[in-house]
C-alpha cells in the first residue's frame, strides 16, 4: 500500500532556526571531512600493513559498492522512518570503524572494518539533501541546498590534507583518534538538530522495491538523472586525470593549486546556482551550468596555450559542475514527493557513485590512442550533444507533452 503522510500542525509550523542550521551544517562538515579522508589514506594504510597495491585499491571499491547496494534497500527506509535516524547510525559507524581498524591492524580487519563503515556512506549523503528540503522553506530549498554544499566541500578540502598532516608528523593510530573523536563531534551535533516530525496514516508500508519503482515512474527523473550522470562523468575524469595531464600540457605547473581553485570555484558556484534556481526556475540554471562543465573540459584540452589555462579551467569547471550538481538535486527534490526524497535521492547518489566509478575506466581507455588532452575535447563536443536532447525532453515534460 501507497504511503500517505499526514503533516501535524506542528510540523506545518516548523521553522529551522539559525542554531538548528549551524548544528547541521557543523555535522556534515566533519562527516565529509572523514569521509574524503578515508578514501585518501586508507590505500596507503593498506599498503603500509602489507597488502599489494590491487588489495590496498579494493578496499576502497568494496566500500562504494557495498554502499550503492544498500542504498537501494536503505532509501526508501529513510523515507518511511525519517533520514535522522538511519544518519545516526552512519555517523556512528564511521566513530567507530577507526577503532576497529586499530584493535587489529590487519587487511582482513581492514576490508571488514570498510564493508561496516559503508553504511555511513549509503545514508549520510541522501539524508544531507533530505533533510535540507525537510528543514527549508519551500521557496529557498536550493539556497539552502546551497549552503549544505559549501560544507560539503570544505571537508572535501580539508579532509585529505589534514590526515595527510596527521599521518606525516605522527602516525596512523593519531589519525584513526581524530577521526574517531571528530565522528563522534558529528555525531552529536545531528543528534541535537532539530527535525519536523514525521507520521503516517497507515500501518502499512510499500516495499523499499516497491518505492523505487513509484520513484522510476515519475517520467521527468529520466533527464534529470541523465543530467547528473554527465557531469559525474566529466568529474571522475578530472578528478582521475588533471594531474598526469597537467604535468605533461603545462610543464612546471603545480597541479595542486588547480584543484584548490576547483574547490574554492566549486564552493561559490553551489551558493550562487542555489540562489539562482530559486529565484528562475531549475531547469533554466541546470542545462546551461551543465554547458558550463562541457566548456571546461574543452578548454582543459587546451592547457598547453598558456599557464592562465589552469587558473580558468579551474573556475570554470568547479563552477559547472558543483553548480549543476546542486541545481539537480535541488531539481530531484522539486519533483519528488516528501515521502520518496530518500529514495529519490538515493537514485542520484548511486548515479554519481556508478558513473564516477566508471567513468575514470572509460575515460582511460579513451584516452589510450589520442591522448589525455583529445580526450577532454572529445568528452566536452558530447557533453553538449548529449544536453541538447536532454533538455529538449525535460522541456516537453514539463510541458505535459508526456502523460
Known amino acids: 500500500m501507497q504511503i500517505k503522510y499526514s503533516q501535524s500542525q506542528e510540523s506545518e509550523k516548523f521553522n529551522s532556526r539559525p542554531v538548528n542550521w549551524v548544528l547541521f551544517f557543523g555535522s556534515v562538515f566533519f562527516f565529509v571531512l572523514n569521509l574524503f579522508a578515508s ?9 603500509a600493513i602489507g597488502s599489494s597495491p590491487f588489495l590496498a585499491g579494493l578496499q576502497n571499491t568494496t ?20 533520514a535522522k535516524p538511519l544518519m545516526l547510525l552512519g555517523v556512528f559507524t564511521f566513530t567507530t570503524t577507526p577503532l576497529l581498524v586499530m584493535l587489529s591492524p ?9 564493508v561496516y563503515q559503508s553504511l555511513g556512506l549509503a545514508v549520510y ?5 533530505t533533510l535540507t528540503a525537510a528543514m527549508a522553506p519551500a521557496n529557498k530549498i536550493g539556497t539552502y541546498l546551497g549552503a549544505s554544499r559549501i560544507f560539503i566541500n570544505l571537508g572535501l578540502l580539508a579532509g585529505p ?22 565522528c563522534a563531534i558529528s555525531l552529536v551535533l545531528l543528534y541535537a538538530v532539530k ?19 513509484k520513484a522510476l515512474t515519475v517520467r521527468q527523473i529520466y533527464p534529470i538523472i541523465g543530467g547528473i550522470a554527465l557531469y559525474a562523468f566529466t ?26 581553485i576547483l574547490g574554492l570555484a566549486g564552493v561559490a558556484g553551489c551558493l550562487g546556482a542555489g540562489i539562482l534556481s530559486d529565484r528562475f526556475s531549475r531547469q533554466k540554471v541546470a542545462w546551461p551550468l551543465l554547458l558550463t562543465v562541457s566548456a571546461g573540459a574543452i578548454a582543459f584540452s587546451f592547457l598547453y596555450l598558456s599557464p592562465a589555462m589552469i587558473i580558468i579551467c579551474g573556475v570554470i569547471l568547479g563552477i559547472g559542475i558543483q553548480g549543476s550538481s546542486l541545481v539537480f538535486a535541488a531539481w530531484l527534490i522539486d519533483i519528488s514527493k516528501p515521502e520518496m526524497r530518500a529514495t529519490t535521492m538515493s537514485l542520484q547518489e548511486n548515479t554519481i557513485d556508478i558513473v564516477f566509478a566508471a567513468g575514470a575506466l572509460v575515460f582511460g581507455l579513451a584516452a589510450q590512442g589520442p591522448g589525455l588532452g583529445s ?3 572529445v568528452t566536452g563536443v558530447m557533453t553538449i550533444a548529449i544536453i541538447l536532447p536532454l533538455a529538449r525532453k525535460s522541456a516537453q515534460i514539463i510541458a505535459g507533452h508526456y502523460q
Not at 578514501?39 to 599498503?47: M, Q
Open 39 to 47: 578514501i585518501a589514506i586508507f590505500p596507503g594504510y593498506s599498503l
Open 235 to 260: 568529474y571522475s575524469a578530472v578528478v582521475s586525470f588533471a594531474a598526469v595531464h597537467i604535468e605533461s600540457a603545462s610543464p612546471g605547473a603545480q597541479a595542486p593549486y588547480f584543484f584548490i
Open 195 to 213: 527535525t519536523p516530525p514525521v507520521s503516517f496514516r497507515t500501518g502499512q508500508i510499500a516495499s523499499s522495491l516497491g518505492q523505487l519503482r
Open 106 to 114: 590487519s587487511y582482513t580487519m581492514l576490508l571488514a572494518a570498510r
Open 125 to 129: 549523503l541522501p539524508g544531507i539533501s
Open 63 to 82: 566500500f562504494g559498492i557495498i554502499a550503492v547496494l544498500l542504498r537501494f534497500f536503505l532509501g526508501p527506509v529513510m523515507d518511511r522512518r525519517g
Open 161 to 182: 590534507s589534514v590526515a595527510l598532516f596527521i599521518i606525516g608528523e605522527l602516525d596512523y593510530n593519531s589519525w584513526f583518534i581524530a577521526s574517531a573523536l571528530t
Open 375 to 377: 580526450a577532454f575535447l
